[in-house]
């Protein structure tokens, strides 16, 4: 079958191609209804990753948040029409231990394969979850859910049981959709959210406390904290994680930089602390979060406050424009998808 990928060739283009692709036995084909943008995506189309990363990864379909409607199943067990959200995670083993989105062996939609800018999807029916009540405009962001729901697993695992206070730095999308799955896990637990920008920590009304990082913070502690800062700001995010932290704390990191980042370890040691790498999900992390929003109207309508716009897609210029809007959008920009 001829399906069409919308591609970046390089930094802002981007082409449709066709591409031949064969129906296996355990693909659906899912049409793509809303799409979401990432910060992973907006590096890719503003050249913000190393010349050797773009040369070796373009050209590319872009975009890994994403749900849409089977159209196919060429088993007849999912009925046409269905509404679905697509895993962009596709492993090809199994490790006992460590988790598919861990596996060096797995692919990830666009980041080195097609991501789901496409007229169809053709994907395994193993990377897909149905879903009924939540709208799919809302739903678009379970992927960013299903990360925060990935770095909590770990942090369950690992991390002591004493949580009266937890910290999380960072008043973006991904540091939005922790904490209100925290506040919904860990409900008795004081949530404090430390960001640059009071314009965005005033979304996190939900949250016990919040203060600039620039606030005097001297009286403030911690037991545990979250880091989704990423970026030029990452540096100083951890250490001041590392300074607010109480002894034998966890620190779960989640936000990605393209640099190495020099933290305190002198304190790291002396205080005992277990530092966490996060990243991605599993399809474990995306059914508890299908599970959750099918069930809860009120963090569905919570997580919706942070789509910032939503941009009807026809044309390749319409794709090209929502990726410039999102520059300017202080959270998520979301896709309708009418290809």
């Not at 059914?287 to 929003?293: A, G, I, Q, S, T």
Request: aromatic share 8%; net charge neutral; with cysteine.
């Amino acid at each position: 079958m001829i399906n069409q990928s919308y591609r970046l060739t390089s930094p802002r283009v981007i082409k449709a191609e066709l591409i031949d692709e064969k129906l296996k036995e355990d693909d659906l084909i899912v049409r793509p209804t809303y799409l979401s943008i990432c910060a992973a995506d907006m590096r890719y189309y503003t050249g913000n990753r190393d010349k050797n990363a773009l040369k070796k990864k373009l050209p590319m379909a872009l975009i890994h948040e994403a749900v849409g409607q089977v159209i196919y199943d060429p088993k007849g067990k999912i009925p046409k029409g269905t509404k679905v959200v697509m895993i962009p995670n596709t492993p090809i083993e199994k490790d006992e231990i460590i988790k598919e989105n861990y596996l060096r062996t797995s692919s990830f939609k666009s980041s080195g394969i097609d991501g789901f800018m496409q007229g169809v999807v053709f994907i395994r029916r193993d990377r897909v979850i149905p879903f009924e009540k939540i709208p799919e405009r809302t739903a678009v962001l379970l992927e960013l859910m299903s990360v925060g729901m990935n770095a909590i697993d770990k942090f369950e695992k690992v991390s002591h049981k004493r949580k009266e206070i937890i910290g999380l730095w960072g008043d973006g999308n991904v540091g939005y959709a922790l904490a209100v799955i925290l506040k919904n896990i860990y409900p008795n637990s004081k949530l404090i959210v430390f960001g640059a920008m009071k314009e965005k920590l005033d979304y996190f009304s939900f949250a016990d406390e919040t203060y600039l990082v620039s606030d005097d913070l001297t009286d403030i502690k911690v037991d545990h904290a979250f880091e989704c800062v990423g970026g030029r700001y990452s540096e100083d995010a951890i250490n001041q994680i590392i300074d607010l932290i109480n002894p034998e704390g966890t620190i779960s990191l989640m936000g990605v930089s393209e640099n190495k980042v020099p933290i305190n370890t002198r304190m790291v040691l002396e205080k005992g602390l277990t530092i966490i790498g996060n990243s991605r999900s599993s399809y474990e992390d995306f059914k508890k979060c299908v599970d959750l929003l099918e069930k809860n109207e009120k963090i569905a309508k919570t997580m919706e406050k942070i789509i910032s716009d939503e941009i009807l897609v026809k044309t390749i210029k319409d794709m090209t424009n929502a990726f410039d809007k999102d520059s300017n959008n202080a959270f998520k920009t979301i896709m309708k998808w009418e290809i």
